[in-house]
Structure formats: C-alpha cells, structure tokens
C-alpha cells in the first residue's frame, strides 16, 4: 500500500503548525526542538503515550495479525505517523531526477537483455538511502545554522546565507524527501514499452523514426496514464482496499530505514544482515559463476543425453537461456531473478500463479507433442516471425517502409508463430476479458460499494482522513490538463508522423485503456 507514502509526498505543506493532533497520530519533534527544547520534547512524548492508550489499532506491526484485506494491511501493516517534514526539497528533487536518470538507463539495458531483469523499488531505496545520508552529513546542515544563530538570541527573518545553507540542506535525510526520490526514479521505467516499440520499427520493419516522434509518443505515453490514475485516485487511491502488494516491501523498508533503530529493532538488524550478505554473494551468480542463475537438477543428471532425448529435455527442462524451454523444476540461486516480488503477494495469489505456471506447463507441451497448429515443424519456443520450415521470416523484404509488398508476400507466404507463443498470444489477450469478468464476479459488490463511498466522500482509510485534514490535495483540472495536454501530444504524433496508426484507432485504443484501467487498479 504504497499511498501512505505516495500521498504524504504529493502533499503540499501542512496548513498550520503542529497543534492539533488526532489521538493515533504521532507527531515527532524537529531536530531544532530536539536541540532547544528537550523538557517540551519530553512532554510530547509523553501526551502521545498517552493518546495512543486509547485505541485499539496498532500503531506497530502486528506481529499474530494475519494480513487479507487493505483495511487489515492499513491497520496492522502502516502506522499512523506523521513527521510533517517537507517532502520537496532541493535535494530531494536533485537527487530524484539523478536517480531517475540512473533507472532509466538500466532498465533499458535490461530490457533488451535476453531474459528480462526489473530493478525493483527496494534496490532505488537503498541508494538513494545511502546518498541521502551522505548529503546530509557531509555539507553544512542548515538547520544546525539556523539553532546557533537563534541560540545567540536572534530573532526574525534568517540570514541569506543560513538559508541559502538550509535550501541546500535542510537537515537530516527525511522520509517523504526519501519516497519522493524512491517514486520518481522508480516511475522513469515506465517508457519502456514505447522504446520497444520504436525498436521493433527500426530493427525489423526499416521504418524511418524522427525524434518527434519518439519523444512527443513517450512523453504522451507516460502523461496520460499519470493524468487517468489522478482522476481515478478516489477509487484507485484513496479507497483503502486499494492495495498495491508489490509495493508493501519497498514502503516498509522506507519506514525501517528512518524510523527504527537497528540496535533496537530484529527486523532492521536481519535487513541489513541480509542486505550486506546478499550484496557479497551477487558477486558470484553475476560474475564469477553465471551458472546459478538456472540449475536444471534433470538437465544435469542427463548430460549425456543425445538426439531427441535430448531434445525432449531441453524442452521440458531447459530453461537457463531465453526460449530454450519450459524450465520445469529449474532452481534459481540469483536474487536478481528472484526478486521480491511473488513473495510480497498474499498466499491466495501465491497459490493461484502457482496453478497458472501449472497450466502453461502441460497446455504448451500438449500444443508441441499434439502437433498443434504445426508445432512440430517450427522450434519448440520462438518469438520470431518464421518461415514454414522454421527459419526467420524476411520481414524487412516483405514491409518495405513498413508497407505490406503483397508480391513478396505471395512469394514467402504468410508468416507463422510457434505453438508456444501463440498460446501466449491467446492468453494475453484473453487475460483482458478475464480480468473484467474476474472483477465483476468476485468484486462487483466491492467495486459498486468503493464507487459509492466515493461520491459520498467516505474512503475507510484512516490514513486518507489525516491526510485530507493536514494537507491540501491537489485539484483534479490538474490531473485534466494533463490527460487533454498528452492527448493532444500524441494526436499530433499521429497525424504528423509516419507511425502507421489512424487517429481514429489512437482515440479507439485510448478509450479501452480508459475502461481496462479502473479494472487492473
């Protein structure tokens, strides 16, 4: 549930001092109060014990909770407080964009790797966590300035050099300058979809791409998802069975990080035990012993294996290269495969990927061995557009420019797909449908009702009401404009660029990434 931090980034400053407070809310001291003010610190402290007697909601983790719905997840799982520090800072927005740039690059690296490697949010936490601390320690604290200067006695408006000093840095590394970092870099991946495309133009149709087109077609690409999610956030957002479970990792490791002290705290104690031990084993599986990165026990034990034993076994087993089979009972020992991600999904979700993988398994096997659709005659795995006896088909002799030769295309034929990967073509797309039937069977209830308290204005999340009540929410035309700014970008891409998609089919195609969209919120 990541919006308790996205939503306390996003937030401008508060509406007023820190002087009225909700009895679940703890309010932590500034570090000017914890260097002036210790008797008032201690009677905060105090008061929020005390507040804190009079509810049953945890604070902390619960540590018997069992976690199954976004009220359980907001109950047990994020607490309730609020630092109010400021969460757009210079540094936060310098290092943001550096860190943005950082994940931008690698993911594209990665993206045309063989097998595909996501850098996950926990990685850019980290290393904005460590360059964080490092600003605020090694440059002067403005905030240190600012209670000497005070300490002499003065009063008023600061010195343009004590704050020219806590522009640059205001004080310790926050939280919200923390997340603000961790989102944006994080959101610079999303562009990658658009860059597989144009590569794809350029690489197998010899289309001609002008940087109009690609940067005006990622920018308005990115915007106009941004611009739906801000219209949709009383549902998508707010809601607190909104719940975002691939992000629970990264959220929880933003309040360890700031929030707990690792002689006072197991769980930050293993996490950096696991964090230093993981970095020193990544050595191995990335560099010294690739090998680990797949280790196929049945591959193994049938090395000697030749003809279509062999081949049968790849197949069944291979795995360790791109389309080089199904990969059943492969073990991975590289966390860059492993990730975080299957493991922070509750254990119903779990459950169902793992039949998922199940199916595949025996349903693209059956497609090869029963000869479906010719399977036989093609590679047991492919991507590539073939021939009938297998090879690669001339794409570029058959669209030249990206215009179908019908000549060439009675001399090759038409292209054909391996069984595998039209399945996962099938599937794909049958995955839309299902998604909207799953949602209406299953949480058409839960769907009407969020959509009713949301006209109403009632979401169910205690973190939503502190936050509507302590900050200002950003109006809604500006989440508009942007929807109608990256609507325009794209339709003059469209019209102006030779990309080959009518403007009636880019309004058709947004239009049912409108309506699939509220569904995979």
Request: glycine content about 8%; charged content about 15%.
């Amino acid at each position: 549930m990541l919006k308790h931090v996205v939503h306390k980034c996003r937030a401008k400053e508060p509406h007023g001092p820190e002087d009225t407070f909700e009895t679940s809310v703890f309010p932590v001291p500034s570090p000017t109060d914890i260097d002036e003010k210790s008797d008032a610190k201690n009677a905060v402290l105090g008061s929020e014990v005390h507040d804190a007697s009079h509810t049953d909601e945890s604070d902390s983790d619960s540590k018997d909770a069992i976690i199954v719905t976004g009220a359980d997840a907001s109950r047990h799982l994020l607490p309730m407080r609020d630092d109010h520090d400021s969460a757009l800072t210079f540094r936060s927005i310098l290092l943001a964009s550096g860190l943005a740039c950082f994940q931008a690059v690698m993911y594209q690296i990665y993206t045309f790797k063989p097998t595909m490697i996501t850098i996950q949010g926990t990685f850019i936490v980290l290393i904005s966590y460590f360059i964080g601390n490092a600003w605020a320690f090694a440059l002067p604290r403005g905030d240190n300035f600012e209670a000497r200067w005070r300490a002499k006695g003065n009063t008023g408006s600061l010195p343009f050099l004590i704050k020219f000093i806590k522009f640059i840095n205001p004080g310790p590394w926050g939280l919200k300058e923390h997340a603000i970092c961790a989102i944006t870099a994080t959101s610079a991946s999303n562009a990658a979809a658009s860059v597989q495309v144009f590569a794809a133009q350029d690489l197998f149709y010899n289309m001609p791409l002008s940087p109009t087109t690609v940067i005006l077609s990622t920018i308005s690409i990115g915007l106009f998802g941004y611009g739906l999610c801000g219209i949709m956030r009383p549902v998508a957002v707010w809601h607190v069975d909104a719940v975002f479970w691939s992000n629970l990792p990264t959220v929880k490791t933003l309040q360890g990080l700031h929030w707990q002290e690792v002689k006072d705290s197991k769980p930050i104690r293993v996490f950096w035990y696991s964090f230093g031990g993981m970095s020193l084993y990544e050595f191995f599986p990335a560099y010294i012993f690739p090998w680990l990165n797949s280790v196929s026990v049945p591959c193994l034990a049938a090395m000697k294996a030749t003809g279509n034993t062999a081949k049968n076994l790849t197949r069944v087993f291979g795995g360790a290269t791109n389309n080089e089979g199904l990969g059943l009972f492969s073990v991975s020992l590289d966390w860059q495969y492993i990730t975080s991600f299957n493991t922070s999904l509750p254990l119903p979700l779990q459950a169902h990927m793992a039949v998922g993988f199940v199916v595949c398994y025996i349903v693209m096997a059956g497609i090869y061995y029963g000869d479906g659709w010719g399977a036989k005659s093609l590679p047991f795995m492919s991507t590539r557009l073939l021939l009938a006896n297998g090879t690669t088909y001339p794409v570029a002799e058959v669209f030249e420019g990206g215009v179908l030769n019908e000549s060439r295309l009675l001399e090759f034929g038409l292209p054909r797909l391996t069984g595998t990967f039209a399945y996962a073509m099938f599937m794909a797309n049958a995955a839309i449908g299902a998604l909207i039937l799953h949602c209406i069977l299953f949480w058409g209830k839960d769907v009407v009702k969020a959509f009713k308290s949301a006209r109403e204005g009632r979401y169910d999340d205690r973190h939503h009401e502190h936050m509507a009540k302590h900050y200002k929410e950003a109006p809604w035309w500006w989440y508009v404009t942007v929807l109608v700014g990256s609507f325009v970008l794209g339709l003059i891409v469209v019209i102006k660029e030779n990309i080959t998609l009518p403007a009636w089919a880019y309004v058709v195609s947004l239009i049912m990434r409108s309506i699939i969209a509220p569904v995979v919120s």
